[in-house]
DNA sequence: TCAAAAGTGTTGTGTGTACACCCATGT
DNA sequence: ACATGGGTGTACACACAACACTTTTGA
């Protein structure tokens, strides 16, 4: 039997992209434009083209809604229901993405359809099954601040202590000893101390502190 | 745009079955009938019908090639670099599972095409991008291994602690101390002794073990 | 002066690791 | 008798958790 006889499914990728934004973690919507669907919000995602990598789409995607390039891009997991869209057999490869929220251009203003940052943890109703991709990533963003570093990547260049413990309390749902805290990380050896402090807080300023160059590669332990 | 308009990657899954035989790790493969990489091993695997899901398609493949139904399958990885195939775009989603060699009925014998076991980290040259997508589902065999009791799978229903460790020994590539590792196993609470003991072996008789009933969610807290 | 976060050490508990000898059986 | 894997306990190092008070700033 010949290949081509086989009807194909399509293939998209979809997109879930954190940042921290004022001490909450945060992930990126879009509301649908068309049917079906229409007006419900949306990971973002496209097809696939036929002669891109599975990872360049995904990048293609990250970059024409948040304008940002250099991220954290991994592979989550592949869904594939055959009625997970209702018009016809639709495969998705979901990536996420992790990106300071300093880095990003949202461009929402610009165009027609509305694109904004929700509450992980909050999100409205969302179209077709992203609502079990999304909880997929928050499980694996878990999973991966618990043993590895990348989720430093949602920190801003400088950044204190208290901002790291912060991004692990938010997403861990609960408190940590400081000292503790404290302690681990700057065991971790990846971090270093600045001359500058916060200013212009309402407490005892802070020490910034920065990645040491050569973080990309410790980084991917896992 | 109309969907329609994309044209669109095949998608199939492809499968690595691993399991134990003679304390070796094993990985099984087929040899190709056809067209292209005629004559090479592969992966087994095949295209995904347009009405089945991903993980019904991984199933029917290994109940096609091994006659088995009740594995440990998990999915691994998307591969879709875009001329991993020579002939046409396709997209694989890979599946690993871990079955024990006592379950299997192969069926080489009645096929024209060849099916064998191979030595997990002595296979022959393969066809497509397989090599890639076996080491990257060794790496996750490793990674099951020390933080999950998922490689239990691979055992049979009665076994020795020296089987265990045997099959850790085997995957991770090294030695561990008889005793700790002993201790470390019992420690889990998962598996408990039989009445039983090995016979006509050339040496002290083993104590026989099995698994505690309701194994099943607690194999899977990762 | 008050609120709010920064900063700082010690102690106990549990987990992993290193290590050596006798036992039961088949040949 | 000997070869082979089965079976067992102790001591040290290290990582993690619990815990409270002083400091510096803006309001």
Redesign the pocket.
Known sequence: MDIKEYPKPAVTVDIIIFTVINNNLKVLLIKRGLEPFKGKWALPGGFVRIDESLENAAKRELVEETGVKDVYLEQLYTFGEPKRDPRMRVITISYFALINSKNIELKPQTDAYDVNWFDAYETPDLAFDHKKILEYALQRLKWKLEYTTVGFKLLPKRF????I??LYEIIFNRR?????F???VL?LGLIE?TSE???????????LYSFKKKMGEIIEII
């Open positions: 204190t202590l208290g901002q413990q912060n940590f000893d400081k000292r503790n404290r302690k681990k065991s101390k402090k916060t200013k212009n807080v309402a407490h005892r300023p802070a020490a």
